[in-house]
């Protein structure tokens, strides 16, 4: 059968072509592992062949999702209250056609959704992530970037990640999928635009509601507060770290019941998958006191934390950054 399909696709036209990437034997997309520890995801999740996923929703059955796309690595990785619950091999843009990297909201969720812009083709579980046509969706999964711009996930494993997300449940893009390496310690936010200007200010009436992510950037010292992908506020933020790589948290709830910020286990941390920050970390940071007041009022489970060398305004050290987009 497979060895047919080559002799088959020389008589089908572009629009059957594309049809049928979308909507080839799920059978090949449904190599799921399901797991019942953390050490046994791991394990898994390290080897994982294109089409194949590993889930384990049980290790933290409550709390905010974070999902997280690595281009370089091409896999998707799923957190709940900051543990890793599920790793799944994912197709991204192919060049010309390059997914965009940045914070991302799910805007729109349609378990039998169609494209509008490719012959009808099949999305199935589409997520959408921004208004011009990203979105994560079971596709093809060939073991490289071949899609038009979107995530491509194995067809089971999209379903149970349609299944574990809600609407503005935060997506972040990082990586680069020309350069199939380890993630650098400024690539969570790609150097694509530039922020707004330097001046503190403080205007939660710019989106009175939305998922909240905060950016802090160690090389200007500043932190960037976005409310549904708009900017609400911005501060100094003195950093005494001396750590430059990329971290990623998430507001979830500690062992003891209370909120607590708690880490993503990004590529290159996977050791800090599901700590919680300590008190000496979280001492390494100081804002104005007026400013922690007006970010504490906005705070809520799921809000995001990025810490990240890479600049947040023109005229610094570096590339500017786009630090949040919802594709509005």
Sequence with gaps: MHAARPCLKQHLPAAW???LACV???????????????????????????????WAPQIAPRGPVLVLVDLSQQTAT???????????TVSTGKPGHATPTGVF???????KHRSSTYHNAAMPFQQRLTWDGVALHAGGLPGYPESHGCVHLPYAFAKVLFDATAFSTTVIIAGDAGHPVETHSDAVLAPLAEAPGAGGFWAPERAPAGPVTIVMSRSDQMVSVLRNGVEIGRSAAVNTSTDDATHVLTLGTGSDGKAAWIYAGVTGHADEDGRVADEATRNRVHLPEAFHDQVASVLAPGTTLLVTQAPLRAGS????????????
């Design 105 to 111: 909201t799910i805007l729109q969720k349609d378990a």
């Design 17 to 19: 072509l594309l049809a």
């Design 24 to 54: 080839a034997a799920p059978a090949a997309w449904s190599q799921g592992a399901p797991v019942s520890s953390p050490v046994e995801l791991a394990r898994q999740a390290a080897a994982l062949k294109p089409g194949q996923w590993v």
């Design 317 to 328: 050290t570096g590339s500017p950054l786009t630090v949040m987009t919802n594709g509005r």
């Design 78 to 88: 799923v957190y709940r209250n900051g543990v890793r619950i599920g790793v799944s």
